[in-house]
């Protein structure tokens, strides 16, 4: 089971684009899955087979997930999981019949993204400032440009320092969209990015290495690339010290699609392909946000 899982990893990886972190999320789902069917194999002595799965194991499957209480949103996820991996076989002509076809899943109500204001993104960037190390530096350059941009932290903490261009003031990356892994967008920088950025890289960014070929943009103390864990610790403490809950990576995401939407400076088919979102109904959770954020802080991003 382990080597087809692990092959339907790969294509998720390789030809569907899907980041590190979603292809880990698909591959936990399965492998849940696949010990629940060890399980009722070990009651008849046999080995399981994904190609031998048949229907009333995956609704068994379910009803275990009902029984252990998990939520619809959780339950929902690993449905999907499911119908993608039994897809796949099917479409390699592995399986006479998908079990997964029209697997019914939970309905999941969607909650209102949590957003933050002008005045909660100055308390982060105060909480950094009130630091005069190398670090916290960094840390205003991160958050002054996450807030901006709408970046996904994966995309952030994948910039190098040639993704930046501070003279004519823009930003290169690559978005993560599935099925598009290699898109390369520009982003335009406003000033308050922009000096944060340049502070950093001239005074900060060398004092965190010593290796002249290090390529990343936003480093750790040790000189190496800062991971996406470590960025969310670091938002997650200067969120504590400005008293402010619930503020993740993706708090500032959504902050920027809403005001962006009801500030009128993009249709919501615009803010899709701002934030890369692959289903339009993401997006139009935004429609009924309403955050106040002053335009001229905002960067606008365009795919090339």
Known sequence: MENTLNTFLQFLSQEKGFSSNTVAAYGNDLRQLAEFLRTEAG??????????????????????LREKRYSAATTARKVASIRSLFNYLSSQGQMAQNPALELASPRVEKS????????????????????????AQRDGAMIELLFNS????????????????????????????????????????????????????????PQ??????????????RGQRLTRQGFW??????AKQAKLSG??????????????LHSGRMS???????????NSSTTKVYASVKPILPSSRLAKAKPR
């Open 43 to 64: 009651h008849n002595g046999q080995e399981p087979q994904w190609t031998t799965v048949e229907r009333p194991l995956l609704l068994g499957y379910l009803v275990n």
């Open 112 to 135: 209102q993204p949590q957003v933050i204001g002008i005045e909660e993104i100055q308390s982060l960037l105060r909480a950094t400032d009130a630091k005069p190390n190398p670090e």
């Open 150 to 205: 709408g970046l996904r932290v994966t995309e952030l903490v994948s910039l190098d320092v040639s993704n930046v261009n501070l003279e004519p003031g823009y930003l290169r990356y690559h978005g993560l969209r599935p099925r598009s892994p290699t898109r390369e967008r520009r982003l335009s920088l406003p000033p308050p990015v922009l000096q944060r950025l340049q502070g950093y890289l001239s005074q900060s960014r």
């Open 208 to 221: 965190l290495t010593s290796d002249s070929q290090e390529p990343a943009l936003f480093l750790n103390r």
């Open 233 to 238: 610790l670091i938002l997650k403490g200067y």
């Open 247 to 260: 503020v993740t990576p993706h708090t500032l995401r959504h902050s920027i699609a809403a005001h962006l």
């Open 268 to 278: 919501l088919r615009e803010i899709q392909e701002f934030l890369g979102h692959a």
